[in-house]
T-cell receptor, first 114, second 109 residues
């Protein structure tokens, strides 16, 4: 039983294309996130989202947009892909309440823009 | 945003206890200290969190001095499978977490 799943695992595409990465969690969590891990292995939060609020990291270009059809899904859509978008993208989820800072991460999607 | 400082890398041998220290001089009153582990080609995995003193679970212990300006993750009797990157995070909100470069632990046979 996969807690947080992402598709696809690998994505190779050309500059200028539009692509989406899907994420699903079966943990019943109410908050989901997208992270980007670059070639230097720095992991940066891009978005956090629950039913009530979308919080966007200010450094994220508006070409990136999260879409949440329901609590269990948070997809990441990327327009006009650029070379610098090449990275591993991780989806994560957690409970929004309490003082637990335990996030569950997906396996990652390696995006390569050529 | 509380900045953290960790050693870039550490080497150990199987069976040894490993202590990874993290400095967070600007920790705020409401901030918790959280540690994650990341294996190659996988997402990070939560290890432990604490606010003060000592916290222990089945995987690790976390030691936090009274001033909370640093913390030490202790891994008892490491094995080869503990080779990973370990991240120290400080904050009271996931949106404030900064993973940084972490500490790359290399466990040797």
């Amino acid at each position: 039983d996969t807690a947080v799943s992402q598709t696809p695992k690998y994505l190779v595409t050309q500059m200028g294309n539009d692509k989406s990465i899907k994420c699903e969690q079966n943990l019943g969590h109410d908050t989901m996130y997208w992270y980007k891990q670059d070639s230097k292995k720095f992991l940066k939060i891009m978005f956090s989202y629950n039913n009530k609020e979308l919080i966007i990291n200010e450094t994220v270009p508006n070409r990136f947009s999260p879409k949440s059809p329901d609590k269990a899904h948070l997809n990441l859509h990327i327009n006009s892909l650029e070379l610098g978008d090449s990275a591993v993208y991780f989806c994560a989820s957690s409970h929004a309440q309490g003082n637990s800072y335990e996030q569950y991460f997906g396996p990652g999607t390696r995006l390569t823009v050529t | 945003l509380a900045k953290t400082t960790q050693p870039i890398s550490m080497d150990s041998y199987e069976g040894q206890e490993v202590n990874i220290t993290c400095s967070h001089n600007n920790i705020a009153t409401n901030d918790y200290i959280t540690w994650y582990q990341q294996f190659p080609s996988q997402g990070p995995r939560f290890i432990i969190q604490g606010y003060k003193t000592k916290v222990t679970n089945e995987v690790a212990s976390l030691f936090i001095p009274a001033d909370r300006k640093s913390s030490t993750l202790s891994l008892p009797r490491v094995s080869l499978s503990d080779t990973a990157v370990y991240y120290c995070l400080v904050g009271d909100n996931f949106n404030k977490f900064y993973f940084g470069s972490g500490t790359k632990l290399n466990v040797k046979p």
